[in-house]
């Protein structure tokens, strides 16, 4: 990949990193999702045949917007359609066989979209008017929307009001309104719905918060939120540390984490969180057993801890068990290596290390 690319976004899923250029083009590392050719099944390569070098992902449209998830990824094309690929055991959209696509493949059923979000076996968009629109499994209430629990195809979700970000967990959507009040809905075991309780809820239901919301992140069952203040917010489960606290074991309602500055964005992974700070520094917490909190060690973490040699970092992003910050050095990554989603050839990164520069 040229050096002269800019790059505009990054996003990480189960074991892919992407990378959106200003050209249109996406660029990938990593498994299924990444742009290599999809397998159709999983096939845990060894470290020695990990992949390290960027795949581009070859499409006839400019692509706008990413989002990568467990194995599938989407993306908004310069004409304001829905493309997918990537490999899915469930299918995907109504396909109710296994997937396998190398290249992006428009996905019918929705018009004027600028905004995609990618989970494990359920997807969604935000499209120009600012409505919802879900598709695949719906266990729980996930998708929330009355339809078929069995992989639906895409469908409105009319109880949210104009959304501007959406975020997918394990089981469970979060939904940003333009007016910066937050819905959630889906599975709740573990409190990450943020209401309050521990009961599912099938139709997006309002987080009662004092504070206007700015961004949203969802990990594998617990949530974070970025207030227009810059505080952060977090709930769900706590149970290595994800929530900024030693206890509880889970919070129902959110919890405001203490950090040395003001942040600018958040970001969770399976059970890890990441805040990028005004002053282009990071901190992680949480769990860490494959080096994902970038601290050279693999010892979890309750409460903010400063990331070392990151400096001028303009976004992050959260993976599965890996993560990567965008710098004005390039594209640092750390943790889980064992698809090459880091661009590396150890199978783990404890802590970060540049895999495309910029300059």
């Excluded at 929330?144 to 109880?159: D, H, I, K, S």
């Excluded at 990071?282 to 693999?298: I, M």
Aim: glycine share 12%; proline share 4%; hydrophobic share 45%.
């Amino acid at each position: 990949m040229a050096k002269s690319h800019v790059i505009t976004s990054i996003c990480c899923g189960r074991d892919q990193t992407l990378a959106l250029l200003a050209s249109g083009k996406v660029f990938g590392w990593g498994r299924d999702g990444s742009g290599r050719i999809a397998s159709g099944t999983v096939e845990y390569c060894s470290t020695s045949k990990a992949p390290t070098d960027a795949v581009e992902v070859v499409s006839p449209q400019r692509l706008v917007s990413i989002a990568a998830g467990y194995g599938i990824s989407l993306a908004v094309t310069a004409d304001r359609q829905v493309a997918i690929w990537g490999a899915s055991s469930a299918g995907i959209g109504g396909r109710l066989g296994a997937i396998a696509l190398a290249t992006p493949n428009r996905l019918d059923g929705i018009a004027d979209a600028c905004a995609v979000a990618a989970g494990e076996f359920m997807f969604g968009a935000i499209d120009a008017a600012g409505m919802i629109h879900t598709w695949g499994l719906n266990v729980e209430g996930a998708l929330g929307r009355p339809t078929p629990q069995f992989n639906a195809l895409p469908g409105p979700v009319t109880a949210v009001p104009k959304a501007a970000q959406l975020a997918l967990g394990k089981g469970y959507m979060l939904a940003l309104t333009r007016a910066g009040e937050l819905y959630a809905w889906g599975d709740n075991a573990a409190g990450q719905l943020g209401l309050g309780h521990l009961r599912s809820v099938a139709t997006p239901e309002p987080l009662r918060l004092k504070a206007d919301v700015r961004s949203i992140a969802a990990g594998a069952t617990h949530a974070l939120a970025l207030t227009t203040s810059g505080a952060v917010l977090a709930w769900g489960s706590n149970h290595r540390g994800q929530l900024g606290h030693a206890e509880p074991a889970y919070a129902t309602s959110p919890l405001q984490v203490e950090l040395p500055e003001q942040a600018r964005s958040v970001a969770a992974g399976m059970h890890f969180s990441l805040a990028l700070g005004e002053s282009g520094r990071v901190y992680a917490w949480g769990w860490n057993s494959h080096g994902q909190l970038a601290l050279n060690d693999t010892k979890d973490r309750s409460s903010p801890v400063l990331v070392p040699r990151l400096t001028r970092v303009r976004s992050i992003a959260a993976g599965e068990t890996h993560a990567a910050a965008l710098s004005f050095h390039g594209i640092s990554g750390w943790g889980n290596n064992d698809a090459g989603q880091i661009g590396a050839a150890a199978r783990e990164q404890l802590r970060p290390m540049t895999f495309f520069t910029l300059s």
